[in-house]
Structures are given as C-alpha cells and as structure tokens.
C-alpha cells in the first residue's frame, strides 16, 4: 500500500497554518516545531512593533484543529475543554508558558487559553469564554504579559496594540463667583445640624469648622440663617478661598464641592458618607432602573439599577446592584476638576444594604472591560454636566438651581492601546461568587 497523507494530518495542518498567521498579524514571530515535537506545535518570540526588534520572550503554543461540532458544553458564550493528562504534565515542566489555541475549521474560529488557567478545583479543564478569548490580534497584550518574569523587578514589556482615542476622566468645575463667610455659635458641623433640622427645608451643602462658615450661597437667604451670626456674612471673591495654599482652606473647598454635588444631583443618585460612595437610587423594591443620557452624539442608555434573583436557588434572596462612583476634588493649578472612578454598590432589594458586597463587587468587575469602564465613565460625565445646567425662567427662583458647572475635557489621542487585561480587576473571590450563578454576564453598561 502507497504513502498517503490522512485527513486529520491535513486539518492539522490547516489550523496550524490559520494560527500562524494570526500570530503574524499581532507582528510577532512564529517558529514551527516541525516532526520532532511532543506537545507543542511552534514557539512564538515577541516583537517590537515599533523598532521590529525581537524581544526574546518566548512561549509555546500548541494548536487542537477540529472540522466542526460543538465544544464540551457550548453556548453562545462560553464553553469547555478537557486537557489530555499527558499533555499537561509535560507542559508543566516547560521553561516558558504555554498557550493552548482552538481552531474549528467550519466556522474560523479560534479561542486560547494559557495551559494551566484550569477551572477551580480541576486542574485538566479549560472555560473558555467566546467574547474574552478570542485569539486575534488585540490579545496581542494579553499574550505578551505571560512572558513576564515577575520575580524580576523592574521588567518592561512594551504595549504591542495599536494607538486608540482615551476619554480623560475629569471634569474641569466651573466654580462661582462669590462665596459667603460667616462665624457661628457651632464649632463644627456635627454640632450645627441638631438645630439646622428644627428648621423647614434644610440644606448642608455647607462646611463648618472652627466656628467658621462656608458656602456658595447666602445663608441668610435659608434655614441655615439659624446657624450663623447673621451680622458677620460676607461675600467675597471665589478665588480667594478656591485656591489659597492654606491646608485648611484647600479641604473646605473639597468639602463644599462633594456636598454641593450631593445636592445638585440628590433626583438621581444617594451619598454613603461611610463609602464616600455616590450612587444611583432605586425607585421601588426589586426594580430595574434605566438612565438615559447621550454618548458623543448619539441618545444611549444605561441599567444603572439592576435587580438579580438567586439563579442558585430561587427561593432565596438575590440582591440589586446600583451603578455607583467615587468623586474625588483635585486642584490642578488654579482650576478644580472633578476625577470620576467608577465602581458598584449592592443592596438587598434596592434599599437595605448588601450583607456581603465585596465578594459581589470582585465578581463583577472580573467580567468588566475597556468598553465597559469607558461608558460608565462618559455616563457620569453626562450627569455631572446636566446637573450645572441652568434653566431658569425671567421670573424662576427655583431655590434648587444648581451652583456648579462642569466642562468635559477634549479627547485625547494615545499612541498605543491601553492592554485590555489591564482593566481585569481580579480578587480571588470573583470565582467562587460566579460558582453561585448571581452573575448575568449578558448585562453590560
């Protein structure tokens, strides 16, 4: 009988030659083991793309072709393999990391996955997830961080993406012109509020320290004329206070601008002093909520509360999370800018805070992305600005109006893409959380 070549040597062959260029297109280098391999089919050195110069990192990558059918437990988002005993104990001894790539010859698909990234508990099977493992060229980062040595410090690796737009995450304050000082019989805050309260229509975007008042507006003109000597309010220049070097002043404007925007958006969100946490409110128990807002040009929306049952067990209580950030007050020579860093809180039904967040929260910024985190930061941002807005009639005097303007910053243009692993804030306990079925990986901003 003659030499013949089999149908399984030839889908080989074709998955191999799928992935080498693949890798090509990241502009690293692709080396095939040819015959005399065991368990890896090439080895793969990173590139410089920008001076083309090789790195010397290297790692191996075996390649599993299949014509079609479907993956252990496939869906349309995830699926699962199985790793032959064999293959992974000789790949534990490899002196470089190896990388796993599945090729389906019926519909070009091909997902990856470093070899020892096993589902807890079992060390020979691989989740794969259809959105994140994509093997193309934007795991270019991704692949190039496994070849770190961490025990070394000071490695570099440089970024291997292309450039891409960044949205800054600041808002530049708009602060008025005016801002009244006064003395008071209270020494502080804390002491001032028992009798602010006695009085209809309180309001505490105030800041009292060492019997000294601040606001940027009239106290005389509300409740808060109850906390001040009334013949000692005076109003002068913003600009004095706002950026005087004094330490003390500098901390009373911070304090001024976190509550004043805990007023001006006080119909959409709540303030956890405790947290130092701004976020969106439910409006009933157990309910979903929608924010609509416009990104760039285009009228989008966001679910910025979501209700979840225990997809566990029914029986039992799911919780709710709320979109939520964190607003820190810089000054930046003599400006002040908003930084928006945005996060989550989670609740029993939208109300009564959630028993155990943080292993929640680790779970669901496990499954976050570029994509992600950019929305929720231009969904902010679009809050911010229309709580400046003012819309005030010739004869409104809407006591409500609010006080502070904020002003997005340009887009800016950056050489190289920020990794996408970078944004995968990992905790040890996202993986257990996922294990109980409380995430829908469906929902996204």
Same mark, same amino acid.
């Given at each position: !009988?003659?030499?013949?070549?089999?149908?399984?040597?030839?889908?080989?062959?074709?998955?191999?030659?799928?992935?080498?260029?693949?890798?090509?297109? !990241?502009?690293?280098?692709?080396?095939?083991?040819?015959?005399?391999?065991?368990?890896?089919d090439g080895?793969v050195?990173?590139?410089?793309?920008k001076?083309?110069?090789?790195?010397?990192?290297l790692?191996?990558?075996?390649?599993?072709?299949?014509?079609?059918?479907?993956?252990?437990?496939?869906? +349309?988002?995830?699926?699962? %393999?199985?790793?032959?005993h064999?293959?992974?104990?000789? *790949?534990?001894?490899?002196?470089i #990391?190896?990388?796993?790539?599945? =090729?389906?010859?019926?519909?070009?698909?091909a997902? *990856?996955?470093?070899?020892?990234?096993?589902?807890?508990?079992?060390?020979?099977?691989?989740?794969?997830?259809?959105?994140? +493992?994509?093997?193309?060229?934007?795991?270019? @980062?991704?692949?190039?961080?496994?070849?770190?040595?961490?025990?070394?410090?000071?490695?570099?690796?440089?970024?291997?993406?292309q450039?891409?737009?960044?949205?800054?995450?600041?808002?530049?304050i708009?602060?008025?012109?005016?801002?009244?000082?006064?003395?008071?019989p209270?020494?502080?805050?804390?002491?001032?509020?028992?009798?602010l309260?006695?009085?209809?229509?309180?309001r505490?975007? =105030?800041?009292?320290?060492?019997?000294?008042?601040?606001?940027?507006?009239?106290?005389r003109?509300?409740?808060?004329?109850?906390?001040?000597?009334? +013949?000692?309010?005076?109003?002068?220049d913003?600009?004095?206070?706002?950026?005087?070097? @004094?330490?003390?002043?500098?901390?009373?404007?911070?304090?001024?601008?976190r509550?004043?925007?805990?007023?001006?958006?006080?119909?959409?969100?709540? %303030?956890?002093?405790?947290e130092?946490?701004?976020?969106?409110?439910?409006?009933?128990?157990?309910r979903?909520?929608?924010?609509?807002?416009?990104?760039?040009?285009?009228?989008?929306?966001?679910?910025? /509360?979501?209700?979840?049952?225990n997809?566990?067990?029914?029986?039992?209580?799911?919780?709710?999370?709320?979109?939520?950030a964190?607003?820190?007050?810089?000054?930046?020579?003599?400006? *002040?800018?908003?930084v928006?860093?945005?996060?989550? %809180?989670?609740?029993?039904?939208g109300?009564?805070?959630?028993?155990? #967040?943080?292993?929640?929260?680790?779970?669901?910024?496990?499954?976050e992305?570029?994509?992600?985190?950019?929305?929720? /930061?231009? !969904? =902010?941002?679009?809050?911010?600005?229309?709580?400046?807005?003012?819309?005030?009639?010739?004869?409104?005097?809407?006591?409500?109006?609010?006080?502070?303007?904020?002003?997005r910053?340009p887009?800016? *243009?950056?050489p190289?893409a920020?990794?996408?692993?970078? =944004?995968n804030?990992t905790?040890?306990r996202?993986?257990? !959380?996922?294990?109980?079925?409380?995430?829908?990986?469906?929902d996204?901003?």
């Open positions: !009988m003659g030499k013949r070549i089999t149908d399984s040597q030839v889908l080989g062959e074709l998955g191999e030659t799928a992935i080498k260029k693949i890798v090509l297109e !990241m502009q690293f280098i692709y080396d095939p083991r040819g015959r005399l391999e065991a368990g890896t080895i050195e990173l590139r410089d793309p001076s083309g110069a090789p790195l010397g990192k790692l191996g990558v075996q390649v599993k072709s299949t014509e079609s059918g479907q993956y252990i437990r496939e869906n +349309d988002r995830s699926f699962e %393999y199985l790793l032959k064999e293959d992974l104990k000789y *790949w534990r001894t490899s002196n #990391p190896v990388i796993i790539v599945l =090729w389906r010859k019926s519909d070009e698909t997902y *990856w996955k470093e070899v020892t990234d096993c589902v807890k508990g079992e060390e020979r099977r691989l989740k794969f997830d259809k959105e994140t +493992d994509v093997f193309d060229a934007r795991c270019a @980062d991704r692949i190039g961080s496994l070849t770190i040595d961490r025990r070394t410090a000071g490695v570099f690796l440089p970024p291997l993406n450039g891409e737009e960044a949205i800054i995450n600041l808002l530049r708009r602060l008025p012109g005016e801002i009244f000082l006064a003395t008071s209270f020494g502080s805050g804390r002491d001032a509020i028992p009798e309260v006695k009085h209809d229509s309180p505490f975007d =105030w800041v009292i320290r060492k019997r000294r008042f601040v606001s940027f507006f009239d106290p003109d509300f409740s808060t004329r109850a906390i001040v000597d009334l +013949d000692q309010v005076e109003a002068i913003t600009s004095l206070v706002a950026f005087n070097d @004094d330490v003390d002043e500098t901390n009373n404007i911070v304090d001024l601008l509550r004043t925007v805990e007023r001006q958006t006080s119909t959409q969100l709540s %303030y956890l002093r405790k130092r946490l701004f976020h969106f409110r439910a409006t009933n128990i157990n979903s909520r929608t924010y609509h807002y416009v990104a760039n040009i285009n009228e989008t929306s966001a679910r910025v /509360v979501s209700a979840y049952a997809k566990k067990n029914p029986k039992q209580q799911g919780y709710v999370r709320h979109h939520a964190r607003l820190r007050f810089e000054r930046l020579a003599d400006e *002040w800018f908003a928006i860093d945005p996060d989550f %809180y989670f609740t029993r039904d109300f009564q805070p959630h028993r155990f #967040p943080e292993a929640l929260i680790a779970g669901k910024k496990r499954l992305r570029n994509a992600a985190v950019r929305g929720q /930061v231009i !969904m =902010w941002q679009h809050l911010l600005v229309e709580s400046g807005k003012r819309e005030l009639g010739l004869f409104d005097t809407d006591v409500s109006q609010p006080i502070l303007q904020f002003e910053l887009v800016i *243009w950056i190289q920020v990794p996408e692993s970078s =944004w804030r905790d040890p996202a993986k257990d !959380m996922e294990s109980l079925n409380f995430f829908d990986e469906g996204t901003t």
